[in-house]
């Protein structure tokens, strides 16, 4: 018992929680980074966020239609499409990294979204880190 | 006149292909062998590691080093070149950033000798016996270098001072490199000696390369299609790692009609370049609203393969230093 996946949360800024200070969230959300849309995020922050030890990572983008950045979330998808591909190949299992689209200005979601990635983490068991 | 300068040029896990673009200098050769003086050169004459040894620590002006570390001996013989050489350069893609041997890297060690070892087809080898670091036959002990968990580039094991890139690098590249180096015109250490613009600024198909690149549906594989001899592959929706590959080879592959592999490594500035084309194909890529994205991003077949082919030990999840402690030493 006792393994704590640890779980590392990008959230874009237009669509969650704008209206919260993430602070108040409590220490569920300790790996949590606002990010000003999920097109923003690189393949590289995520390489990074499993080689420094997260065991997944989950990315809270706007539901379709509702980016600020007309399709920055979609992008996104694509380019985790071809990342899992990669995490894969390096034993990472694609159910390590999670893309939810939705809508969530005063961030009530979050934390059950973060709960259950954690318990389906917790079910795949620490990442197995050979190849890394 | 003084004595000329010493040369050592080694090979630790390479195919050969880097000594033949030394080779394929030509008469360029005997300038060079005018220059220096080519103290160890295992690939083309008959020299021992001993010899190596002998010298003294810095008295070899250059060494010019290709292939990654895989085993013992080849970490061996790098800390021994670092000791004797006063510059180490690393030649070639595969002690650059590990080269294509370094796919490996995507399978463990086991996995590597039972295949080799007792399941190719060719393998008779009931008992499963694998190699050992050493064995008791008569009166002695028979020693094998250690085969490591992982292949490293050159730098990850010892102090690289200048890197020339390439599979292999141009011998154009080898020669301006060594004239660097004779005369003294030294970029700062660390620095690769090759340009830094990335490949598509020197390509001559650039100009057929829409200011706004948009790849309509599936990518399409160089084996797969008759390409135009003309266009820019990824204009024409075929991958080509040009945008996040250092210039420098003389576009070989683009005058073939191959699109770029990243055989030079990424620009400057970037880290995984694998990454960085992932990004950048992402918002390339246009699906449309009827189309399936995972599928067409599955159109890609082995995108680790692709876009780490040749700099795996040096991407995010593939980078490790050497550590004695990490590794079985014999
Ligand atoms: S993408 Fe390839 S073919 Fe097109 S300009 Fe760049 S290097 Fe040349
Ligand atoms: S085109 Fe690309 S793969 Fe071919 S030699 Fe040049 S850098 Fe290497």
Known sequence: MGYKPKLVCFSCKFGWAYLRDMNALG??????TPV????????????????????????LACEEGHCHFQEGNFRTLKMLYLLRDVLEAHGIEKARVRIEFSLDPEGRK????????????????????ALL | MG???????????????????????????????????????????DYKYDHLAAFGKGEIAVG?????????????????????????????????????????NLVSREEILDAVYVKAPSVVNPDGRLPQVETAWEEEILRLPAFFDHVYALNQVIEVDYYLPGCPPPSELIR??????????????????????????????????????????????????E?????????????CMGPATRSGCGETCIRSNTPCR????????????????????????????????????ASLGDPVGYLYRFTHPVSTLGARRLSQATEETP
């Open chain 1, 27 to 32: 220490e569920d959300v300790e790996f949590l």
């Open chain 2, 176 to 225: 301006n490199g060594v004239r660097a180096v004779l005369t003294d015109d030294l970029p700062p250490k660390g620095s690769t000696l090759a340009p830094r613009k990335a490949l598509c600024e020197t390509c001559p198909r650039n100009k057929t390369k829409p200011m706004r690149l948009e790849i309509h549906g599936p990518i399409r594989r160089i084996h797969e299609v």
């Open chain 2, 227 to 239: 390409a135009d001899p003309e266009m820019c592959f990824l204009a024409e929706g075929i991958l």
């Open chain 1, 36 to 59: 000003e849309c999920s097109g923003r995020l690189d393949a590289l922050h995520l390489l990074k966020a499993f080689k420094e030890r997260a065991d997944g990572v989950l990315i």
């Open chain 1, 110 to 129: 979050i934390l059950g979204r973060i709960a259950r990635m954690k318990e389906s983490l917790s079910a795949l068991g620490p990442l197995n880190r």
């Open chain 2, 262 to 297: 990243g055989c030079f490594g990424p620009v400057p500035g970037v880290s995984d370049p694998g990454s960085r084309f992932i990004s950048s194909l992402a918002a390339l890529l246009k699906v449309g609203t009827t189309g399936d994205p995972e599928a067409v991003m």
């Open chain 2, 64 to 104: 010019l080093v290709s292939g990654h570390v895989r085993n013992s001996e080849h970490a061996e013989v790098a800390h021994l070149l670092r000791d004797r050489c006063k510059l180490v350069i690393a030649l070639g893609a595969c002690a650059c950033f590990g080269g294509t041997p370094a796919l490996a």
């Open chain 2, 3 to 45: 004595e000329k300068p010493k040369v050592a040029i080694c090979w630790l896990g390479a195919c050969g292909g880097c000594d033949e673009a030394i080779v394929d200098l030509n008469e360029g050769l005997l300038d060079v062998a005018e220059a220096v003086s080519i103290e160890f050169w295992p690939v083309a004459m």
